[in-house]
Structure formats: structure tokens, C-alpha cells
């Protein structure tokens, strides 16, 4: 087990089969830098184009087709002391008799203090000018190539990860995602320092990363994206509209509790019913997400 420290020097768009920016092996650890959704580096410079250019691809030997890939993310450092977000908020989150009320579209500046662990609008506006939420970094879009040689655009998401927003997406989390093509292929970036529930707003606090990452190839097949923390297990659907979303989310679920836990359909449905709990990723992109989630205190693994 080996770390590895990588410097990009070529972004991605897509998330797809393009030539190994690196090969590891099972249980290497890449740490590596990312720039922010619209391309800016540590530096503020631009050096990639939006939307959320991907640092990548890694190549993990011995993942195959059939396989899931393992990431434990283990440290998102933000690299610079600026962030940035829009506002207001998305269409997709308002009635549409509300829509014409919207302001013109800006683009807003954040300081970020990773000494205080904080972060503030540089020209707040009225009311927020005490407001500055806790540092909660989190990755917003990443994956595996995806089958059938597509290549998906990191806007959107599918089963095979992407631009999926979800705040879980932590240092502490582990995600698993099935694994299509020879060596997975595993993009990362779009970096947040912060961000709510949705990104409804269309960005959290964009930012620049050092971002570390270890990997494991897990002999077993799965559907859609799933992970785990510290207390929690949860699986992930991204489709539109949401409830697609949430069915994915659902039954993957309902795969795992059998394969894991030993818990036929109707045993997993009584718990399922009383202790489920349901989080939304993004809702402003093509692909909607949404995680299906299990508290670890009501599981017994067989």
C-alpha cells in the first residue's frame, strides 16, 4: 500500500474511458489537487473549464467490470482563502408563480478562514453581515467511467456517480461504485467548503482542494452508488424527476439489507418503514439525487 502524490496537469468535463493519469493498486492512497466548478486553480488562475472539470482518470489494478470500487475519503483541505457561490435560488426549487419575483443572477465572494473553520460573504448583504457558517468540505461530483463506453458530462449523474452534491460525500465517508470498465477509472472535484442541503442556490462554497483519497476493490456487484460513515449506511439513485431518484435509492437499499444483514424483503420493509431516513443531493442539475440512509445501531451484519 503505497500514497501517491499527483499533480494534474489536464482537466476533464466528462467522466468516461480517457487514457490512466496514474495507475495504483488495491489500497493505494492518491492525494492529489482539484480546481473549482469553473476551473480555477489554488492560485485563482483559470486553468480548466467549467462545468466542474474532473481531476483524473486513476486507474486501480485488478477492478474489473463487475466489480465496486471502494473510496474512503479521507482529507479535503481547501487550498486557497476564496470561495464563490450564486444566488438566488434555482428555478427547480420555487413555484413558478414565484420564478418573475427572482433577482438578476449574482455571482458572490467568500472568504475562507481554516484557522477559525468558518467562512463569510466578502460583501454581505443586509441581515447576514454576522453569518458565516461552519467549514463542512464535501465533494461535489465524481465516479467511474461508465458501461457501454459512454461518456457523461459532470453536470449530471447516473449510476455510475457524477455531479451528485450530496453533504455526506465527507472526509470519514466511504463510497462504493460499480465498477464498468477495466481499472474504474476515478475522477474527483468540484470541492465545496460548504454547501446545504440540494445545492439549491446551484453551487455550494466552490473552491480549490487538496483532496486524499485510498481505494479498495471490493469483489461484489452493485447498482448504484452506495457509502458508509461512521454511524450511517446509505444508498444513492440519481435520476429525474425525484422520485425516480428515491426508488433507486430505495431498492439498492433493499439489496444491500439482504446481502449484508440477512434480512429478507418483508423483515427489511419493517425496518426500512420505521427508520429510513431520506436526504436530498442535488436538485438543480439534470439528474436529481438522492440518498436512502440507515442509522448502523439498527444492523446486525451476518
Known sequence: MATHRFHPTRYFNVIGTAEPCLRIADGDTVVTDTIDASGLDAREVAVGDRPNPMTGPFFVEGAEPGDTLAVRIDRLTPS????????????TVL???????????????????????????????????????????????????PARGQALLTA?????????????????????????????????GDGHACQGDGEIVGTG??????MEVTFRVLKRTITWPRGETAEDIFAVGNARPLDQALQHATTEMLRWLGEDYGLEPRAASHLMGQVVRYDVGNVFDPAYTVACRIAKRWLTER
Not at 486557497?80 to 428555478?91: C, D, E, I, N, V
Not at 443572477?105 to 443586509?126: H, Y
Not at 451528485?164 to 465517508?173: C, E, H, I, S, V
Open 205 to 210: 462554497i466552490e473552491t480549490s482542494f487538496e
Open 156 to 188: 449530471t449523474s447516473a449510476n455510475n456517480g457524477g455531479n451528485m452534491d450530496y453533504r455526506l460525500f465527507a472526509p470519514g465517508t466511504t463510497v462504493w461504485l460499480p465498477v464498468s470498465v477495466p481499472g474504474a477509472l476515478f475522477y474527483l
Open 95 to 145: 413555484d413558478p408563480d414565484a420564478i418573475p419575483d427572482r433577482p438578476p443572477t449574482e455571482r458572490a465572494v467568500w472568504d475562507i478562514d481554516v484557522k477559525a473553520g468558518t467562512a463569510r460573504l466578502r460583501e454581505p448583504p443586509k441581515g447576514l453581515e454576522a453569518f458565516a457558517p461552519p467549514l463542512q468540505p464535501m465533494i461535489g461530483c465524481f465516479g467511474v467511467a
Open 80 to 91: 486557497r482563502a476564496t470561495g464563490w457561490t450564486y444566488s438566488p435560488l434555482a428555478f
